[in-house]
């Protein structure tokens, strides 16, 4: 246990019921960490936190915070901690993962806010038999109150995180037990301190006024039922309204803290927190092989949860588990009623979601997520799309990481694998998976999504996996500055050139990632996180697109045998470059040709798929010649050699 939960969860418990004054204190301290710990310091944080919360609910856990930053201050962080709170910060500190993170908590607060109104008539029903509602659809009062919070607490407590530190609660959202402070021997890493607590506190601070909002409509939307139970109207409403704002009873803060923690991701569930009770009791080592590994828990975990809560799979379970509690506590228990709401709330509207994406999908203005199929994520990319992405004005927009985004892009795979012919079972299956893949492709949940495919394919995805790690230790920021100054997809063949390929200047040294036309791969636009990537306007593209012509690339060979074994990666691409500009050019000369025109769909699709056959054998029996000799003249060379 890190000391700083230590210190949260017993130190202060023991203070509180034994301890007599703060210099014992400060002696028991130093005798469970092994470090004096000031007593002016912990004075300090007593009457800061008491003055600042004198008439707010709960001040021992507003003492437990400042206190807890005043500990983990104090502590230095061993050298596994470093790594890994400087690997967790090159992460979070890409541009792009800023400001999907923001994108991401605001499109799923309006998405919860979609989700209230039919949650409020579920409630209605629901609170006639036990006497009490937990969810109004609309209320304009509580929403003004919540800009309200944003504008005066959150925007300031943003500014303080970023002066000041990150707060226990800030840091536990990124699995993270405190600020970093590292040391060698007793000269402070100021440098390596001042970057990874500078991404932690920005991320912290953006989440504040998203916390706030919350809260804040949490509270107000609470102090509203309350008083319409009451029976009050008028002024007399209003007042009640207004003293429970300002002095909320302890069960309402309560709500509005899980409130505020649920929108931005941040709750805890019991997934993540069976895998950080299990880092603690593995040791520093087992800690770091499984925070290396999944360095993230709780949001990815949640926006799992998320995704299945609001599917028509995972709604009713939900709710099921919910109503069970309401029951065996004859409704009383206010938290089960509004969760059980909001279960059927979310149910309903992530299925519009799945529809809204079908939708676009069927008028082109939306692409499937993730797929195994070779055949048409190799299309995909060949025509410019992204998985899982809004086409707008000849642009594809990722939605990738939030559970909005995953809903659509689920609607619109099982419109991909309708129109690939697959059969009603097999669209829902192929929806479920997908699903999988969405989330398992998200920034935060990269590390498991690599892992799952070293399991089910250790001969070629354990490679990546380890790839996937390494780079990961470069930071995002830097690759970021790389992409500035190379705009090509780049691809690695092993864990150092997965590091090269992070770099400005070292990854222009690798080969480019080809489609399969034999054209480079481009990346999106690295200075704007939002703009989307420019679709292929072409007549071959729109074709292909339309007509759904299943188009792979060559397979890499790793038999050493093989005449068209594949020895590293440059020598990969390359012959997918030589077979892609083959099967191209036959392409063109096909939809040139005067009969393309007259020719019905299924005759197209028939004459293209030929087509590409064609050209591939082609283009391969020609490396193969080509390779053959080079064989030859090599073996020629060795044999005329003193």
């Not at 109150?145 to 707060?167: L, P, S, Y």
């Not at 969760?339 to 979310?346: T, V, Y």
């Not at 790793?558 to 594949?566: E, T």
């Not at 080509?626 to 003249?633: I, T, V």
């Amino acid at each position: 246990m890190s000391a700083s939960c230590d210190f949260v969860e017993v130190g202060v418990r023991e203070f509180l019921e034994g301890a007599k004054d703060l210099e014992s204190f400060s002696r028991a301290m130093k005798a469970r960490f092994g470090r004096d710990i000031d007593p002016a310091i912990l004075r300090k944080a007593f009457e800061k936190a008491a003055g600042r919360y004198e008439k707010q609910f709960a001040p021992l856990n507003d003492i437990k915070l400042e206190l807890a930053k005043e500990l983990s201050r104090a502590r230095r962080s061993g050298i596994f901690e470093t790594v890994t709170a400087l690997r967790r910060a090159g992460l979070l500190s890409g541009p792009k993962t800023l400001v999907r993170n923001v994108a991401g908590n605001t499109v799923s607060m309006g998405f919860d806010a979609i989700a209230r109104i039919p949650a409020s008539l579920v409630d209605l029903v629901v609170g006639r038999y036990t006497g009490t509602r937990t969810i109004s659809p609309f209320n304009m009062d509580a929403t003004r109150r919540a800009i309200q919070g944003v504008i005066r607490e959150g925007f300031k407590d943003a500014a303080t995180v970023m002066r000041d530190g990150a707060t226990p609660a800030d840091l536990a959202k990124f699995d993270v037990p405190n600020e970093l402070n590292a040391y060698v021997g007793n000269v402070e890493m100021k440098v390596f301190n001042r970057y990874a607590n500078f991404i932690l506190r920005l991320q912290g601070a953006l989440d504040k006024p998203f916390r706030a909002f919350a809260y804040n409509r949490s509270l107000a939307e609470q102090a509203h039922i309350l008083a319409r139970a009451e029976g009050l109207k008028g002024a007399d409403r209003a007042a009640r309204i207004n003293g429970l704002m300002a002095s909320p009873p302890e069960a309402m803060v309560l709500q509005a803290i899980a409130d505020a923690e649920q929108a931005i991701f941040a709750n805890s569930n019991r997934f993540a927190d069976a895998l950080s009770a299990g880092a603690r009791t593995m040791g520093p080592g087992g800690k770091f092989v499984l925070d290396t590994i999944v360095p993230f828990r709780k949001v990815p975990t949640n926006v799992v949860g998320r995704v299945l809560e609001s599917s028509p799979a995972g709604a009713p379970i939900q709710a099921g588990i919910q109503l069970r509690k309401l029951i065996k506590s004859s409704g009383l228990d206010k938290q089960a009623q509004k969760q059980f709401s909001m279960a059927i709330g979310r149910g309903a509207s992530g299925t519009l979601l799945i529809a809204l994406g079908y939708k676009l999908a069927q008028q082109g203005r939306m692409t499937g997520g993730f797929t195994n199929d070779r055949g048409v994520s190799d299309r995909e990319e060949a025509v410019g799309h992204s998985p899982g992405s809004l086409i707008i004005g000849g642009k594809s927009y990722q939605l990738d990481g939030s559970p909005v985004g995953i809903l659509l892009a689920v609607g619109a795979s099982m419109h991909r694998d309708t129109t690939e012919g697959k059969r009603p079972v097999s669209v829902v299956t192929s929806a479920i998976s997908n699903a999988g893949k969405e989330v398992l492709n998200a920034p935060f949940l990269q590390g498991v999504s690599d892992i799952e495919g070293a399991a089910r394919r250790p001969e070629t995805e354990g490679g990546r996996f380890a790839r996937g790690l390494a780079g990961s230790l470069v930071p995002s920021f830097i690759n970021t500055a790389g992409e500035a100054l190379d705009t090509v997809q780049r691809r690695a063949d092993t864990p150092v050139e997965a590091m090269m390929a992070r770099v400005p200047g070292l990854r222009q040294s690798l080969p480019a990632k080809r489609d399969a036309l034999g054209r480079e791969v481009s990346t999106n636009n690295w200075w704007n996180p939002i703009e989307g990537k420019e679709e292929k306007p072409g007549k071959l593209e729109q074709e292909l697109d339309r007509l759904k012509v299943r188009l792979q690339k060559p397979n890499r060979v790793r038999d050493s045998n093989s005449p068209m074994f594949d020895k590293d990666e440059r020598t990969y691409q390359e012959r997918v470059r030589v077979v892609g500009e083959e099967v191209l050019r036959s392409l063109e000369r096909i939809i040139a040709s005067p009969w393309y025109a007259k020719a019905s769909d299924a005759t197209k699709t028939k004459r293209l798929q030929a087509e590409i056959a064609k050209a591939k054998a082609r283009a391969s029996e020609r490396i193969k010649t080509q390779r053959n000799r080079e064989k030859r003249q090599e073996r020629q060379r060795t044999a005329t050699r003193p």
